[in-house]
Structures are given as structure tokens and as C-alpha cells.
């Protein structure tokens, strides 16, 4: 059971380059988010897609577009990365259902926009 | 929206000290506040959470209290050992789809 699993780990990107992090889940979760996590910033929301077929923004989605593949996949696309968007991404998921309960992160992607 | 408030952003305690992170909320709908540890390197884990219809909760060594008049939450470590050495986020929600809120963390030092 390999949970919330992450690709890639790390990414280094030039300015205006564009790149996908994919997300996949093996727990039968519903709902499913992207985070960004900045240093003394904590974990600030970018998407989310609280069931297959639907996706809303978080806090900071400017730069950012997603696709919930299907109820396993949850991918996080930058189409002109900026050096803003260095950071550390965590997907995570969560059984939902109505009712709030343990989310569970990947192990992290560190990206580096130069 | 709901905001969540964290503080302190940095803790330092000696060995054996108890220490005390306090949260507080805004939206006196939210119903759900979990405690996540973030260990150096790796991802937010879960260490224990409370729902609205409870006051305290506790689980070994560490404890979470929930004052809903006051909008605020904390979580209690006692006994505090080095591998207690992590950042910990609070977080909140009213539930249902609506995601979890977290904290800006606090960064949690235990000197042996």
C-alpha cells in the first residue's frame, strides 16, 4: 500500500518552462489537494478537488492549473514557471465523505525555478 | 474564509519541559482541528485531532484542548524528548468538502 505517491522529487526549470507533477492515490480517496509550502508560510492551498470530475481553487492557484485524471490522479501543471513558484509541493488526499478526517501527504516535490 | 493563527512561530524547550503551541480561529462554524508534525525532510503527518463536541483530548505524552467560546485550540506536549524536535502545524475546518486551514506552523526545538 503505497498510499499518496509523488513525482517527481525534485525539479530544477528555467523562467517561462512548463512542467506537470503528478499526483496518484491508492487508498480509494475522494477528495484530493495540492499544496504549496513555503519557509514561515505553512501549507497553503493551491487546488483541490473534492470529488472525481470537480476541481475549485485554494488560496494561491495564480500560475497554476490542475486535472483530476480520474478518482486516483490529481496532476499540478505550471504553464510559464517563475521563480515565485519555487517552493516545496505536497499532494495529499483525503476519504471525505462529509466528513473531515486524516489527510494523508505524498512525500514532496521540490521545485527550483531559476 | 476561515484563518487560522498559529503562535509562537518557534519554541525552544529543555529536555523532560512540557511545551504548548495555541492556535486560534475565525470561523465559529468550523468543526474539525487536527495536529500535523513535520519532521525535517519529510511530509505533515497526523499526530492527533479533536472535533467540536469534545473539550480535551489526549493520546501518551501529548494533549489538544479545544475552547470554542474563545475560538481557540492547543496542543500540549509533556515529558518532551528530542525526536518531539519537528514543526507543527494546527488546522481548521467546518467540514463537509470544505478543506482543512492550517497554521504557519511552529518550529519545535528540544535541547537535550
Known amino acids: 500500500n503505497a498510499g499518496v505517491t509523488q513525482t517527481p522529487k525534485f525539479q530544477v526549470l528555467k523562467t517561462g518552462q512548463s512542467m506537470t507533477l503528478q499526483c496518484a492515490q491508492d487508498?480509494?480517496?475522494?477528495?484530493m489537494y495540492w499544496y504549496r509550502q513555503d519557509p514561515g508560510m505553512g501549507l497553503r492551498l493551491i487546488y483541490y478537488s473534492a470529488s472525481e470530475g470537480t476541481t475549485d481553487k485554494g488560496e494561491v492557484p495564480n500560475g497554476y492549473n490542475v486535472s483530476r485524471l480520474n478518482k486516483r490522479e490529481f496532476s499540478l501543471r505550471l504553464e510559464s514557471a517563475a521563480p515565485s513558484q519555487t517552493s516545496v509541493y505536497f499532494c495529499a488526499s483525503i476519504l471525505s465523505r462529509g466528513i473531515p478526517g486524516e489527510l494523508f501527504f505524498g512525500e514532496g516535490s521540490r521545485l527550483t525555478v531559476l | 474564509g476561515e484563518n487560522v493563527e498559529q503562535h509562537p512561530s518557534t519554541l525552544s524547550v529543555q529536555e523532560g519541559d512540557s511545551a504548548v503551541i495555541k492556535c486560534t480561529y475565525s470561523d465559529s462554524a468550523s468543526n474539525y482541528f487536527p495536529w500535523y508534525k513535520q519532521e525535517l525532510g519529510k511530509r505533515p503527518q497526523l499526530i492527533i485531532d479533536?472535533?467540536?463536541?469534545?473539550g480535551e483530548k489526549k493520546d501518551q505524552r501529548i494533549a489538544v484542548t479545544l475552547n470554542k467560546t474563545a475560538k481557540h485550540f492547543s496542543l500540549h506536549i509533556t515529558e518532551t524528548q528530542p525526536e518531539d524536535s519537528a514543526v507543527y502545524f494546527c488546522?481548521?475546518?467546518?467540514?463537509?468538502?470544505?478543506?482543512?486551514?492550517f497554521g504557519k506552523g511552529t518550529r519545535l526545538s528540544v535541547i537535550a
Open positions: 479533536i472535533r467540536s463536541n469534545v
Open positions: 488546522a481548521a475546518t467546518i467540514g463537509g468538502n470544505t478543506p482543512l486551514v
Open positions: 487508498m480509494n480517496h475522494n477528495s
